[in-house]
């Protein structure tokens, strides 16, 4: 089998697995029946217990990373929908952005700290709560494990879809604005998709807070690191 026939194979699979996994969650609403996490879990197991390799898969899944950069651009449409009430809120969502982005630094640092891995892992894990592009870039420049990198920033934006809004429904935090910045700044992207579905002032707080973390944690990760 070809390529290009594999990768069409798999383009269309995860398309289907998607489609399939939106109805479970559907009748099934939970963390975990949630479509990203079913949908990953499937061809996590497919590639584990076939001799198709991840090479075998990228070769259709690159045509679906095409669209990543088209869907982030399309989240500035309810971020102008709710602009003035974001102006409103400006030095809340900064202030909360950046509180976010220092913890999400540093329970990093301190967590990997603690279970005595080696310094590779701390660099590594510095930038996980930040989208994969601008995760990546740190990365490289801390010096940290690129591949690595990429799977702690699948596990951060995963799992706050996951649990964020239970968490946050434990917590009593109820404001639209206040969980679209715990949402955005904990789990980038794919956590700003589960915010959209709480409200469209939650996931356009959540997108803008997703852009400002990148910038803050761009600078913070540097800072600490100096200390490690």
């Known amino acids: ?71 982030v651009v399309a989240l500035a449409l309810p971020l102008y929908r709710q602009l003035e009430l974001i102006k409103r809120y400006a ?28 310094n590779i892992i701390i660099y590594t894990v510095a930038a996980k709560s930040v989208t994969t592009p601008v995760a990546l870039s740190i990365t490289e420049t801390a010096h940290g494990n690129l591949a690595l990198a990429a799977v702690f920033v699948m596990i951060a934006g995963i799992s706050g879809a996951m649990f964020g809004p239970l968490i946050l429904k434990i917590c009593r935090v109820t404001h639209p604005v206040a969980r679209g910045i715990g949402i955005g700044t904990a789990s980038h992207a794919i956590g700003t998709s589960k915010a959209l579905e709480l409200g469209e002032l939650e996931g356009s707080v959540s997108a803008l807070s997703m852009t400002i973390s990148a910038v803050f944690v761009s600078f913070l990760v540097p800072l600490f690191l100096v200390f490690v």
């Open 1 to 71: 089998m070809n390529n290009m026939v594999t990768g069409a194979c798999f383009f269309l699979a995860t398309i289907l697995v998607f489609a399939i996994t939106k109805l479970v969650y559907k009748k099934i609403p939970s963390p975990f029946t949630l479509p990203i996490f079913l949908t990953s879990v499937f061809f996590v197991l497919l590639l584990v217990t076939t001799d198709f390799s991840y090479s075998d898969y990228w070769n259709g899944g690159k045509w679906i990373d095409q669209f990543l950069g088209p869907v």
């Open 91 to 118: 030095r809340t969502i900064l202030t909360g952005v950046f509180a976010g982005s220092v913890v999400g630094v540093l329970t990093g640092i301190i967590g990997v700290k603690l279970l005595g891995f080696e």
